[in-house]
């Protein structure tokens, strides 16, 4: 049902095991005849190591979704899409909306080495352009994925930027394309309980208002976004993280 009904943007909250975290991942494809949703997760704390964990044949405890709101898509012209890191798997299906949508997409990848730039097949299926950027310079050019973007606006005119990935990544392509005055819509992957706008886990600042990721969301105006206020957020639970963690080590 998941498989049939998501759009460009949609999400789902996964949980492993009864007393698992609740965890955001957005619906990164999906194959309707087998029923089947694509989820791409990066290990990086103690439940998407859970996750990844699982073998065929392993379950998901439940699965709730779509959730959110799907990315509205029209034709802008020229689009500059910025992917970071496993921020790109939530960009595809946007990158191959927009492209048929009659969109010119320039897609820039980026990641901070070689293994970490992710979907580039696919990427480049839908895209008119991709520009790979890498921060160590073992793929595509050394730098960071602004410099990417910077170059294509100062090369022609671009109509409006999607920028996803880590909160840092895009709070400073939005300041760059802030100052190009260039229409710039990013997707927020917060902290998130019940999904559906009840518990207030997810909630940011949105031009000075107090808006919800899980039912707002994700997509937002990034040029109206609080992210220093939001980075603080996600980090709240750092710690007790890193102690969860640590006990996982044989
Ligand atoms: Fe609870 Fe959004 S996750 S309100």
Do not use: W
């Not at 460009?8 to 996964?14: E, L, R, S």
């Not at 992710?118 to 921060?135: A, H, Q, Y």
């Not at 073992?138 to 920028?163: D, H, M, P, Q, W």
Request: proline share 3%; glycine share 12%; aromatic share 4%.
């Amino acid at each position: 049902m998941i498989a049939k009904s998501r759009r460009a943007g949609h999400f789902v909250i996964v949980r492993v095991g009864e007393k698992g975290e609740r965890m955001p991942l957005t619906i990164a494809g999906s194959n309707i005849q087998k029923g089947t949703i694509t989820l791409v997760v990066q290990e990086v704390g103690l439940s998407s190591t859970r996750l990844c964990e699982l073998n065929e044949g392993d379950y998901i405890t439940d699965v709730v979704g779509p959730l959110g709101q799907a990315t509205h898509i029209e034709n802008y012209g020229t689009v500059v899409c910025a992917g970071g890191g496993v921020g790109v798997a939530p960009m595809l299906p946007i990158v191959q909306a927009l492209k048929a949508a009659g969109n010119r997409v320039i897609t820039v990848l980026a990641g901070r080495s070689k293994d970490l730039i992710i979907l580039e097949k696919e990427i480049r299926e839908s895209s008119d352009e991709v520009i790979v950027m890498t921060d160590d310079g073992s793929y595509g050019r050394k730098g960071l994925v602004t410099e990417g973007v910077e170059e294509v606006i100062k090369r022609e005119k671009v109509n409006r930027c999607f920028a996803i990935g880590p909160a840092i990544m895009m709070k400073f392509v939005c300041l760059l394309t802030k100052k190009y005055e260039i229409p710039t819509d990013v997707s927020l992957n917060t902290i998130m309980v019940d999904g559906t706008g009840m518990c207030g886990a997810c909630r940011i600042t949105v031009g000075g208002k107090t808006r919800f990721v899980c039912v707002d969301g994700p997509e937002f105006d990034g040029h109206q976004v609080d992210f220093d206020e939001m980075l603080k957020r996600m980090g709240a639970f750092k710690s007790i993280e890193r102690e969860q963690m640590s006990k996982l080590q044989p």
